[in-house]
């Protein structure tokens, strides 16, 4: 199940984002039972108590219900470079947003049993392994923009976007090596030393590819 979200002051917001996650929730809780590719938009909307069409309202896409925080997790990015200590790189400011998410448990970085529901069912479904790959598409093209805005470059900067795929290359295999340790150990401590120690190597490669640049 997702986290509760913080809600807002204005009634209808509120109610509109209550309505969103109870779908969310109903939607995800399928997911993990029965597997993404067997469950059905009305099925999804029955569990919920609501109508299709208000399934559809709040997500356009069936995998939308799956990778829901999908643009809080680029924000967040968006944000960690927004407010970087002039003083610390680019690339080491993401360093210590892994430490950071790592150590307040974000649902980002986090290696449970109910994160291993999350990766066995995108592992269990084409649609969800294709949308995830999209999803790293996106975030390297906005992860570019964001670097090449920081340094006063223009949005096309070459090094701004080798940078950005080498980052969420790290990542990438960062997280996916974490999730696999907690497999193997069902320890939530050992497969977040995997993951830091993995983002720390990385770290100074990708420092060192991109010497001589505004990002390391």
């Known amino acids: 199940m997702k986290d509760h979200m913080s809600i807002p002051s204005d009634r209808r917001t509120r109610k509109r984002l209550i309505t969103r996650q109870g779908i969310s929730n109903s939607a995800t809780r399928l997911f993990y039972e029965r597997g993404f590719d067997r469950v059905?938009?009305?099925?999804?909307?029955?569990?919920?108590?609501?109508?299709?069409m208000t399934v559809f309202n709040h997500f356009p896409r069936k995998e939308d219900m799956f990778f829901d925080r999908e643009e809080e997790g680029r924000e967040l990015l968006r944000e960690a470079l927004r407010q970087r200590d002039p003083g610390i790189t680019p690339v080491e400011t993401l360093r210590m947003l892994a430490h950071r998410l790592a150590m307040e448990e974000s649902p980002f970085v986090r290696f449970t049993s109910a994160s291993q529901g999350f990766v066995e069912t995108i592992e269990g479904s084409e649609t969800l392994r294709a949308r995830a790959r999209a999803i790293r598409?996106?975030?390297?093209?906005?992860?570019?923009?964001?670097?090449?805005?920081?340094?006063?470059?223009k949005p096309a900067d070459p090094d701004a976007h080798l940078a950005a795929g080498l980052l969420l290359a790290m990542w990438s295999v960062a997280l996916i090596q974490g999730h696999q340790a907690f497999r193997q150990s069902r320890n939530s401590e050992d497969a977040k030393t995997v993951f830091l120690s993995l983002v720390d190597k990385g770290t100074i490669g990708i420092h060192a590819a991109m010497a001589g640049t505004p990002y390391a």
């Open 40 to 52: 059905t938009v009305d099925e999804i909307a029955a569990a919920a108590d609501v109508g299709r």
């Open 137 to 153: 598409g996106e975030l390297a093209e906005i992860l570019a923009a964001a670097l090449a805005e920081g340094a006063g470059r």
